[in-house]
């Protein structure tokens, strides 16, 4: 066996002839050709530019492309010595008598260039693990995203009919009718906003927002309580900003329905600590995962988010809170840092094929306001990237005696959604269960 140095890197030269012979036959075959291979899928650099300047005649408009328009494309690109030739260019179609099989050979093309890409990756890896200067965390990170991309650029470009999807929108149906669920998604637990999103769904990125102390930690810790506690359904929560036994500590509370001033001073009933076992036993076999790690940066986020996804079966995730990530360019402006991390939670959520839910700071200015898009702290590509954007809001109004503050009404605002209607929604805030409920229940 030679060694992989002296080894040529997988290609076919007849596909990549073919390929471009069928589409010179009939050029109404070129958009199924670039379903799957683009001029760098070529490995022959003759070919690759016969098949950019087809694209050129294609992108035009107002040519076809045939043996002489190509050749006239390629004299004005300066290419048609590096293309082999006008000569070249006429026995291309000599290589296949009709243009029915261009899936087949785009196909193959398609298939050695991703054989070329993987080597290339690996080559990458090869390298970067024999430099001590990078840590291995980074190269594995780098290499998980790079393999992912690899998917995701090679996904063939297709449509469907009614008759394609049907089978498959009726199986679903029955499968939900089945099931007697009455969300698609994930349920929050709070039933008028599932009715409104019919629950968190898979491959969305969810920004919730809020100004501080309004009770952004305490919505999802309530929301991840539901699901994983009352729903099992496993879930995971990166806190960045308090402890994990802090937030243990607020799950009891809010579970055993004790006020959580009285946990963390002791001074407790006897009564209570039945209560108390009780919510601690509900929440021991809950499948929920914590992850406390203060300015985590966003390459360890992401694979710790995979191993709980592969590992745990975790379908939903929470991050409180977006702007606590540390990017992985510092050299980068801190609006441009951010626009990176939203980004790479999107491409997360789709990754996994899970909702990840990430809090976010909004700006000092929406203070006192119902807030909107254009308060969301530090980047407008959060407020493009997110699938689902909620805020809470809660007047800060007083007596003007006793000084004592809202009755614990919050407004919840769906301020965007892709695929629903926006709102407002009213929930109730529960302050020494640190706790939110839905309106109808706030007196329970």
Known sequence: MPPLKDKVPPHNEEAEQA??????LDNDVIDTALQYIKPEDFYSNANRRVFQAILNLNNQGRQKADIITVVAELRQMGELDAAGGAAYVASLTNVVPSSSNIDYYAR???DCSLRRALLRVSAEINTRSFDESVESRVVLEETQQQIFELGE??????????????PRAIEMIENLYRSKEAYTGIPSG????????????????VIIGARPSVGKTALALTMAAHISIEKKIPSAFFSLEMSDMALVLRLISSEARIESEKIRSGLLKPQDFQSLLDAAGKIYDAPFYIVDTPGIKLLDLRSQARRLRSQQGV??????????????????????????????????????DIPVVALSQLRRDAEGKRPNLSDIRESGSIEQDADLVIFLHRERESDGKSGKEH???????IAKQRNGPVGTLEIVFLPRYVRFVPFARDRQ
């Open 315 to 352: 379908r939903i995730i929470f991050i409180d809170y977006l702007t606590l990530i540390t990017s992985d360019n510092h050299n980068l402006p801190r609006h441009e840092q951010i626009a990176e991390i939203s980004r790479s939670l999107k491409s997360l959520a789709r990754e996994l």
């Open 190 to 205: 709070f039933d008028d906003l599932d009715v409104q999103t019919s629950g968190f769904q898979n491959s969305e990125l």
């Open 153 to 166: 650029n090679r996904q063939t470009l297709s449509f469907k009919s009614p008759r394609d999807l049907m």
């Open 407 to 413: 009755d614990g009404k919050t407004e919840l605002i």
């Open 19 to 24: 390929a471009l012979g069928a589409i010179l």
């Open 108 to 110: 193959l093309v398609q």
